[in-house]
């Protein structure tokens, strides 16, 4: 395998950035919109305009809607309300960092996959950085709200394997469409549970910081992020991109004690290292790059497997080649 020309591991740390420090700009936007209000916005506002430059991805409507419930109504309406009820923003781009645990386990389940020794070892160590993190959370902060974090990495990592199921050719019109089913039903649960009163209000008194924020997780965050992320994955082995997705709780910690002031425990460090060190040998430990016919043996891909981003997506690992 060829490493990455310098300007493309320069787009896929700038990635990492852009996806790290959306969690502060999260925080952001919780501070002017209910959470499952400025979910819907997200999609929204990313969505109208992505539908109009990107066609329909080849897969089916089933597809699309399911996933969009899984994803956007369920993860990051989940991910939204942990962080609104006191989780914050550097935990919380650690401990999403757990749905690559959930997506092996749940692709053992319905995919019918078997994880090898190393990655089981990867998972056990990455859950025991769950539990030490738990344990950090539990002294400083609602236990609730960390549950509904790791409630979410679960239906991230469901995204994930119904993501591969459906194996879209072209990863950013997948979420461009998928982007489009959230909206209403997230309003629909916003006007249900967080009242028409506040959503009006919040829409009233919108200010240029929330309107920065909405723009932030919808367009850097979710178009740009996703669109270059799917340029490296097109060009490059996805074996030689994914590592640059550890960055993100990385970027996600560091702004969000310079930007915050959120105080990172020693319990806190050692939940980090178990994780990201579990993450890292659950998504890459074991595998073997596979002959693909029609490339030369330098072209090799990895076996098929889902490389996992940290926004909200799976993008496959699917044989491209380079273009």
């Known amino acids: ?72 109504v369920a993860y990051f309406g989940l991910l939204f309300i942990g962080m609104h009820t ?3 923003a550097g935990l919380s781009s650690l401990v999403l960092q757990v749905q690559a645990v959930f997506t092996a386990l749940l ?17 056990a160590i990455a859950l025991a950085g769950i539990a030490v993190a738990a344990a950090d959370q539990g002294r400083s902060g609602p ?11 679960a239906f991230w990592g469901l995204s994930n394997v119904m ?14 469409w998928v982007s489009l089913v959230p909206p209403l039903p997230l309003l629909a649960l916003s006007l ?12 009233r008194t919108i200010d240029p910081a929330g309107i920065g924020a909405t723009l932030y997780v919808a367009w850097l965050s ?9 340029f490296l994955l097109r060009r490059h082995h996805a074996s030689t991109v994914a590592p640059f997705s550890l960055l993100v709780p990385v970027f996600g910690m560091t702004s969000a004690a310079v930007l915050t002031g959120e105080r990172i425990t020693a319990l806190g460090w050692v939940a980090a290292v178990l994780l990201i060190s579990g993450v890292a040998i659950t998504s890459l430990g074991g595998r073997r790059p596979q002959p693909v016919a029609g490339t030369a043996p330098d072209e090799q891909s990895p076996d098929d497997q889902a490389c996992d981003d940290p926004a909200g997506h799976n993008w496959l690992a699917r044989p491209a080649g380079r273009s």
């Open 86 to 88: 006191g989780m914050p």
């Open 143 to 153: 236990l609730g709200a960390f549950a509904l974090v790791v409630a979410s990495a």
């Open 163 to 176: 993501t591969r199921k459906a194996a879209p050719p072209d990863a950013l019109s997948w979420m461009a």
């Open 107 to 123: 692709a053992m389940v319905l995919l019918g996959e078997r994880p090898g020794p190393v990655r089981l070892t990867g998972m």
């Open 192 to 203: 249900a549970f967080e009242g028409p009163a506040a959503d009006l209000h919040a829409l």
């Open 222 to 230: 979710t178009l740009f992020g996703f669109g270059a992320w799917g």
């Open 1 to 72: 395998m060829r490493p990455l020309p310098t300007a493309h591991v320069l787009l896929a740390v700038l990635i990492a950035a852009v996806w790290g420090v959306n969690f502060v700009v999260i925080d952001v936007g919780l501070a002017h919109f209910p959470p499952l209000l400025f979910s819907a916005l997200r999609f929204a506002v990313a969505a109208v305009p992505a539908v109009l430059f990107v066609r329909r991805p080849g897969v089916g409507a089933r597809w699309i809607i399911s996933c969009g419930f899984v994803l956007g």
